[in-house]
């Protein structure tokens, strides 16, 4: 009941809802509390685990009758508006403006971006990495391991991984004068934790787009599908993966199970909202969200059936067809092989009813 309650209302109704029941909320400290939980809740979502235990801090503070015990609603609003990096709000009864969703408004306030998810993009401060500039390879490898990592990871793993041709007391300081470079190309020193030889990203300084992915799938696994904050739930996780983990990237060994795992994620929401829009008969809908599916994953064959069937129902009879013809050209040309003994039955049942 709470995960759904947090997914149903994101930071910025919250801050408006105090706001905009100043009195009831004054007479009643109890609702001070519940928005205090739920605001630290979404905001844990996103991964933000400095500001969360900031507003939880805040909540302790007033349950235990300390010196913000009293706060009013106004208060209580001004302080999750400064500790969720929005501007504080006019006085007096304006009303709180609309801001972005949890997401984009966690991502904004990390200072280093990192985009792994289509391809490998970097910006500090609002600033790319600029394309005159080649730092060199393994800062930036260091950087894609511990985005692929998630967690802390041990400096011995890692240097095994950059250097596998030197002993270990070269490698281990190749590893720190990586640490010292990456941390000077992020232009933060806290950018990157080292603690109990292990390493890992700060998750209050570096905002990762497939680690917001994951989040929103997680979070998305809870939500059920006729929840009315479902489509709007997933689009927002759907517009985050702009391609496979570091689609443009060589392949190695250490990032083939991360990439299949979110690549799999992903097709798993892509079927949970065709399905959505299947049960109501929006076939132009599904149609476009396929599109898009295949433009990413041009060989995910149960897409194409999917799509052959909403074509079919939406009265674009040839279309499915040619989609089919699209499918079989795509996994002969990438994969080498034929399509499934199940595409192949579906073709005959379309061909036949045209």
Known sequence: MVESAVSAVPVPSLLSRIGGRAADHDRNPWRQYVSLAQAALAVLQQGDLSRARE??????????GGPRARTSAQDVQSRLQQMLGEAPAPPAMAAVPPAPAIAAAAAQAQRVHIQALGGFELSVAGRPLAAGLKPQRRPLELLKMLVVACEPISAEQLADVLWPDSDGDTARNCLQVAVHRLRRLLDCEQAVVVKDRKLHLNRGVCWVDAWAFQS???????????????????????????????????????????????????????????????????????????????????????????????????????????????????????????????????????????
């Open 55 to 64: 507003i939880l801090e805040e909540l302790l503070a007033l349950s235990q």
């Open 216 to 354: 929103e799938w997680d979070s998305l696994k809870r939500v059920r599908r006729h929840d009315p904050t479902f489509p709007e739930h997933a689009h927002r996780a759907l517009q985050l993966y702009r391609g496979h983990l570091f689609s443009h990237d060589t392949e190695q060994p250490w990032m083939l199970s991360t990439r299949e795992r979110l690549r799999r994620s992903w097709l798993g929401l892509v079927r949970r909202v065709g399905d959505h829009f299947e049960q109501r008969q929006e076939w132009l809908r599904a149609v476009d969200l396929y599109e898009r599916a295949l433009e990413l994953d041009p060989v995910a064959e149960a897409i194409y059936r999917r799509l052959m069937v909403c074509e079919h129902n939406a009265g674009e009879r040839a279309e499915a067809l040619h989609t089919y013809n699209r499918c079989r050209d795509q996994l002969a040309c990438i994969l080498g092989i034929a399509p499934s003994a199940e595409t192949e039955q579906l073709y005959g049942h379309l061909r036949a009813a045209v």
